[in-house]
């Protein structure tokens, strides 16, 4: 079966699970550090609303792609099931043969929505952590950091510098939505 394949549905999965263990930790605690923060982005990328937005759009690209590529499928399912009542013979064999070059030309198309979807969620993130990164360096400064870790590498301690929260407060201010279409990519040459 052919399948657009929706990575914004992963990405989500990714960033849920680090979020998901860390709060099942127990708490180091200690006492904070200052100027040493926090942040997630992809937490921000996930929890803001821009990000939610980019998401859900990615999510309606990636169904119109697998409805083209369904729309197609459908009649080739049907015809290789009636061929399959045939027989193998000489005389179904031209097509069986055309079937089997459209076939392959289906799952070239369904490979280029899957590049070209992967190549307009990579745009688009690209698009968010620019708008974003003027806010994280805003935020930095206000809270008075010194030093910025991903939450993600800290394996324990005090959270109390985590830039995250205000950092999405602070962009969903921003910006709530970027507009934006499916990339499109030349063509992948034959055999790939």
Do not use: H
Request: charged share 25%.
């Amino acid at each position: 079966m052919i399948r657009i394949i929706s990575t914004s549905a992963i990405a989500l999965a990714l960033v849920a699970a680090p979020v998901a263990a860390q709060q099942a930790a127990p708490a180091f605690g200690g006492p904070v550090v200052p100027g040493v923060c926090l942040l997630s982005r992809e937490a921000v990328f996930a929890n803001a609303a821009v990000g939610k937005a980019v998401s859900a759009r990615i999510a309606e690209l990636t169904r119109a792609a697998q409805a083209e590529v369904d729309q197609q499928r459908t009649p080739l399912e049907t015809e290789a099931k009636a061929l399959a009542t045939q027989g193998d013979d000489a005389k179904t064999k031209p097509r069986r043969d055309a079937l089997a070059t459209r076939w392959q030309a289906l799952q070239r198309q369904a490979a280029q929505g899957n590049r070209e979807i992967e190549a307009t969620r990579a745009k688009a993130l690209a698009r968010v952590a620019d708008e974003a990164q003027p806010v994280i360096v805003k935020v930095y400064g206000e809270r008075k950091c010194g030093l910025l870790f991903d939450r993600g590498a800290v394996l324990g301690g005090n959270f109390a510098n985590d830039l995250t929260a205000d950092v999405v407060k602070a962009l969903d201010a921003k910006i709530t939505t970027i507009p934006f279409e499916r990339e499109k990519l030349p063509q992948a040459p034959e055999g790939t």
